[in-house]
DNA sequence: TGACGTCAAGATCCG
DNA sequence: CGGATCTTGACGTCA
């Protein structure tokens, strides 16, 4: 079983994608943001391959206004070399990427114009995936679209869309059940006549139920995938509980999802994880399927251990006494321990206790400038007149200026 | 007409 | 001036 994640890292990972609006549209703005965006996706290819995450969804932003007669740039062109470079990562490694265009791309629409900017929009995602190096398995999801008061047309409508794209967008175009209108039922129908390969979706398939089980479902999909299209895929998410029908949870709920798994899948499943902490669920999750080794749990406790104790002591020294056991792998333990620590509220006490330890690292090598620096922040926070954010802010430049690897790679400066 | 879901940009406000 | 906090946005469908 493989891992992965959408779009975005949370936390740890310097450069975010950036974006562009009408008002500030120009060739060299967008020269700018499509360098400065490849240069990010480029750094999310090295994060997956060091933390071993397989499957990865490529932002649509990645090229501003990229279906877009507005972005007259010739950008495939002008960046060949760039693309290169990280198809170069991807193909080595291995990394399965994707694409999914967002709501506004709807193949089935009765609308002339919304279908032309639809097959634009596909247009594009093919061209990155295609400078990208990747062969068929690399997919473009699709839901359906609209109903339109009329099911039946509108699913026709689809399949005929559907057949007239070019070749080389028909073999990736994937489709997913959604949350609203098209079930996982009516997924298959379409599937069934067009030979499209299908997503199953499990929250969407709990919140837009048409009766059967996901593992019947799964089995079902997975008969809609070729050679050629790579293993079968799923995306997997679970509810948040405290938001409406439908939401993502924050986390990857690791005995839930373990439950999940016990289902018995028949195949290889590729799981792509919809999730809003993003890459930490999917290491969490892939250190679940993929290993049992200690020391795994171990290096993602130098990254969680500060902001642990700055929420609970109590919990950081459990955590502590379960990775004693070295021939052990609690892993399941380990996770809810961290999970129900992040909810948590922090005291000023036990922030300052947590500051005190990162300020451990540097209270003997720190410059006079940078120790009265400390000493004043840290005294304006004991009197309630400004937040962590600024210490915090302070000590990862420390961190980084004396180069201490274990507080560089930690959240606690980022989540 | 707003909700849908999402996050960066841009605007505004505050000390 | 820098930081914190808001509002807005290229695109569509549905109630």
Request: proline share 1%; charged share 25%; aromatic share 10%.
């Amino acid at each position: 079983m493989r891992i992965g994640y959408a779009c975005l890292t949370y936390g740890n990972i310097t450069s975010n994608f950036k974006t562009i609006t009408k008002k500030t549209l120009t060739v060299e703005n967008l020269l700018k943001v499509i360098d400065h965006n490849l240069n990010a996706l480029e750094e999310i290819i090295d994060y997956n391959i060091e933390n071993n995450l397989d499957l990865f969804r490529i932002t649509s932003d990645l090229i501003p206004f990229g279906s877009s007669s507005l972005n007259v740039i010739e950008w495939d062109k002008i960046f060949g070399e760039r693309f290169h470079d990280i198809s170069l990562k991807i193909l080595d490694s291995g990394i399965r990427v994707s694409m999914h265009p967002g709501q506004y791309s709807v193949l089935n629409s009765p609308r002339e114009e919304v279908l032309t900017n639809t097959i634009d929009d596909l247009k594009y995602h093919e061209k990155v995936l295609n400078l990208l190096g990747t062969d068929n398995s690399s997919k473009i999801v699709l839901h359906i679209g609209g109903v339109y008061g009329d099911k039946k047309s509108s699913i026709d409508r689809f399949i005929e869309n559907y057949n007239k794209l070019e070749n080389a967008i028909m073999d990736r175009v994937i489709i997913e059940n959604d949350d609203k209108s098209y079930t996982i039922e009516d997924v298959m129908h379409i599937s069934s006549k067009a030979g499209i390969p299908v997503v199953f979706d499990n929250l969407h398939h709990k919140v837009n139920n048409c009766g059967g089980s996901d593992l019947l479902w799964i089995d079902e999909a997975r008969k809609t995938w070729l050679k050629e299209d790579g293993v079968q895929k799923i995306h997997y998410s679970q509810q948040d509980t405290k938001k409406s029908k439908g939401a993502h949870s924050f986390t990857i709920d690791l005995g839930e999802f373990k439950e999940y798994m016990h289902l018995n899948f028949r195949g290889s499943l590729d799981v792509m994880l919809e999730v809003k902490d993003k890459n930490l669920s999917a290491i969490k999750v892939s250190n679940f399927v993929r290993s049992s080794n200690i020391n795994k749990l171990e290096v993602e406790w130098s990254r969680y251990k500060y902001n642990i104790l700055e929420k609970s002591p109590k919990n950081y020294n459990s955590i502590r006494q379960l990775l004693k056991a070295k021939e052990q792998y609690p892993i399941i333990e380990f996770y809810n321990l961290i999970d129900i620590s992040l909810s948590l509220e922090s005291t000023i006490g036990n922030q300052i206790n947590a500051i005190e330890h990162v300020w451990g690292y540097f209270k003997d090598i720190a410059t006079e400038e940078e120790k009265k620096k400390y000493f004043g922040l840290i005294a304006k926070f004991k009197e309630g007149r400004n937040t962590s954010n600024g210490i915090k802010k302070f000590l990862k430049e420390l961190a980084f200026k004396y180069e201490r690897d274990y507080l560089m790679n930690s959240y606690y400066f980022s989540i």
